[in-house]
Structure formats: C-alpha cells, structure tokens
C-alpha cells in the first residue's frame, strides 16, 4: 500500500495544480505522487474552498503576464532579426 498523505499535503497539492501555471504532470512529479492520484484530489476538492478566489484571481494574471511575456520575447527576435537583415543591406 502507498503513502498515507495528510489532508493538508493533499490540499497544498491541489492547490499548486490549480494555481501554480505548472502543468499537473510537473507538479506531481515534484511533489512524488502519480498523475492520476493528483487528478484524484483535484476532483475530489474542486467543491471545497481549496483555492481562494484571490489565488485563482492572481492564478489568471499570472497566466496572461507568462503570455505577455511570451509574446513581447516574440516580437524583439522578430525585431532583432529584421535589424541584422537591414544592417547587412548595401546602400
């Protein structure tokens, strides 16, 4: 038989998988549970108040700021590429 988790490993868990921007894979693997043990938890915590609103609040602006970054990262290769482009043109 596995390791008895304590409720409060169990909810500090599910709420990394739900707020942490890692996929539920990552997080079960730094954490040293199955995949389908985690999804387990989140299932069976997904009515309590696991996750505050002000944690999944700031969950979602991480989010949009990870793919802002992502973008604006983008956009200067882009630029950086059309600088080395146009400074090799001959006048």
Known sequence: MGL???DE???DAVRLALTSGLTR?????????????????????RDT???SDK???LARENERLR???RILK??????????????????
């Open 9 to 11: 490993f169990r909810a």
């Open 55 to 57: 944690d999944l609040d």
């Open 25 to 45: 894979k990552q997080v079960a693997s730094d954490l040293g549970v199955g995949l389908s043990t985690l999804n387990k938890w989140v299932t069976a915590h």
């Open 49 to 51: 108040e696991v996750v």
């Open 74 to 91: 983008e956009e200067r290769d882009i630029l950086k590429k059309a600088t080395v482009f146009f400074a090799s043109q001959k006048p």
């Open 4 to 6: 008895k988790r304590t």
């Open 67 to 69: 793919r802002e970054n």
